[in-house]
């Protein structure tokens, strides 16, 4: 027998990261609650916008996303040449790990935070550091008092998944002030958009009081543009250089861009979604109380809900019916389940088919 080239060291030990259920055969219209996207579908103009480049799919797109950065800029009022777009906000992550921490390096994140943050930092030889929360919630405190000099990057969701809960301003503030001036915070404000409160900030102002902050978003959420993979990063001029210096070439493809910028013009679906969200977490985060569950507090378009020693048992139930809800035992949440917020009629048929199993 022949040697097979072998990995580097520690990439056999990392699990790979497996989305969520939504597929079942016999079922002709499933209800698709597990990977917190966009129930109403995509924005009307970003569509359009695809489909008008069938033509040009010979063409290689715009390296530096340009129209798409100013677009960006424009909406967030934001300096473009601070703005790196990615596949996704998932492979922003990747590249900033890969150019700031290696073997040796910490990683750190909380607790229960995005399951891609410890995958992201083993594969590039460096250590996660998973930091305790408190009631579900990231402690900043803990956070500062983990920092060691291998400390590198610091990965903080906010508002966070799964547990949809989320740090002030001043908590925020708090962090990135505590950090050494060499640690890099990266704010992963996917569901940002959702957080329509007073005390939150999605750390734009954090990029622009520092050097050591980068602040990621994406357009699978709120934009519905899941499939396309495309995501952004505000970040300090010289972060924002070495990203690009080892992202692809030509990271986001056409079509992706150009359904991008129409995404940012459709205030009317972006309203809309924000809309049904509002509601369907009242009707969800309400109805599940009233079933005797524990429902985490959340400002996001996902709830996380405590249902004890039966959470699979149910889970597998509402699968069967044709209901996807996702599973949380790769946070080590074996007793919780996290459910996107649907339409008023998938959280009524969610509620009813739960009433009927329990």
């Given at each position: 027998?022949?040697?097979?080239?072998?990995?580097?060291?520690?990439?056999?030990?990392?699990?790979p990261?497996?989305?969520?259920?939504?597929?079942?055969?016999?079922?002709?219209?499933?209800?698709?609650?597990?990977?917190?996207?966009?129930?109403?579908?995509?924005?009307p103009?970003?569509?359009?916008?695809y489909?008008?480049?069938?033509?040009?799919l010979?063409?290689?797109?715009d390296?530096a996303?340009?129209?798409?950065?100013?677009?960006?800029?424009?909406?967030?009022?934001?300096?473009?040449?601070?703005?790196?777009?990615?596949?996704?906000?998932?492979?922003l992550?990747?590249?900033?790990?890969?150019?700031?921490a290696?073997?040796?390096?910490?990683?750190?994140?909380s607790?229960?935070?995005?399951?891609?943050?410890?995958?992201?930092?083993?594969?590039?030889?460096?250590?996660?550091?998973a930091?305790?929360?408190?009631?579900?919630?990231?402690?900043?405190?803990?956070?500062?008092?983990?920092?060691?000099?291998?400390?590198?990057?610091?990965?903080?969701?906010?508002?966070?998944?799964?547990?949809?809960?989320y740090?002030?301003?001043?908590?925020?503030?708090?962090?990135?002030?505590?950090?050494?001036a060499?640690?890099?915070?990266?704010?992963?404000a996917?569901?940002?958009?959702?957080?329509?409160?007073?005390?939150?900030?999605?750390?734009?102002?954090?990029?622009?009081?520092?050097?050591?902050?980068?602040?990621?978003?994406?357009?699978?959420?709120?934009?519905?543009?899941?499939?396309?993979?495309?995501?952004?990063?505000?970040?300090?001029?010289?972060?924002?250089?070495?990203?690009?210096?080892?992202?692809?070439?030509?990271?986001?493809?056409?079509?992706?861009?150009?359904?991008?910028?129409?995404?940012?013009e459709?205030?009317?679906?972006?309203?809309?979604?924000?809309?049904?969200?509002?509601?369907?977490?009242?009707?969800?985060?309400?109805?599940?109380?009233?079933l005797?569950?524990?429902?985490?507090?959340?400002?996001?378009?996902?709830?996380?809900?405590?249902?004890?020693?039966?959470?699979?048992?149910?889970r597998l139930?509402?699968?069967?019916?044709?209901?996807?809800?996702?599973?949380?035992?790769?946070?080590?949440?074996p007793?919780?389940?996290?459910?996107t917020?649907?339409?008023?009629?998938?959280n009524a048929?969610?509620?009813?088919?739960l009433?009927?199993?329990?």
């Amino acid at each position: 027998m022949t040697a097979a080239p072998l990995p580097k060291s520690g990439i056999l030990d990392i699990k790979p990261y497996i989305g969520g259920e939504g597929r079942l055969d016999a079922v002709a219209h499933p209800v698709r609650l597990a990977s917190n996207e966009n129930v109403l579908g995509c924005s009307p103009m970003a569509r359009a916008a695809y489909l008008a480049g069938a033509d040009d799919l010979h063409r290689y797109p715009d390296g530096a996303a340009g129209d798409l950065r100013a677009a960006i800029g424009r909406t967030y009022g934001l300096n473009p040449e601070q703005i790196v777009c990615g596949a996704g906000s998932d492979e922003l992550i990747a590249l900033i790990v890969r150019a700031y921490a290696g073997a040796g390096d910490e990683v750190m994140y909380s607790q229960y935070g995005f399951l891609m943050y410890p995958i992201s930092a083993k594969s590039v030889g460096a250590t996660p550091v998973a930091v305790p929360e408190k009631d579900m919630r990231t402690d900043v405190d803990a956070l500062l008092a983990a920092v060691t000099p291998k400390t590198k990057i610091v990965l903080l969701a906010n508002p966070n998944n799964p547990t949809g809960s989320y740090l002030t301003k001043a908590e925020m503030k708090k962090l990135r002030d505590g950090l050494p001036a060499g640690v890099l915070l990266v704010v992963d404000a996917a569901y940002a958009e959702f957080a329509q409160i007073p005390d939150y900030e999605d750390g734009r102002a954090l990029v622009d009081g520092g050097n050591n902050t980068v602040m990621l978003r994406t357009f699978s959420k709120i934009y519905g543009l899941a499939a396309l993979r495309l995501g952004w990063g505000y970040c300090p001029p010289d972060v924002a250089g070495v990203i690009n210096r080892v992202r692809g070439a030509f990271n986001v493809s056409a079509p992706a861009q150009a359904a991008g910028i129409a995404a940012l013009e459709d205030k009317a679906f972006i309203q809309k979604t924000i809309d049904m969200t509002n509601a369907g977490r009242t009707q969800l985060s309400d109805g599940l109380s009233a079933l005797g569950f524990k429902v985490w507090p959340s400002v996001t378009n996902f709830i996380l809900v405590r249902f004890g020693e039966r959470a699979e048992e149910i889970r597998l139930g509402l699968k069967q019916e044709g209901i996807f809800i996702r599973q949380m035992g790769a946070y080590n949440l074996p007793d919780h389940l996290r459910i996107t917020i649907g339409t008023r009629e998938d959280n009524a048929r969610l509620l009813s088919t739960l009433r009927q199993m329990i």
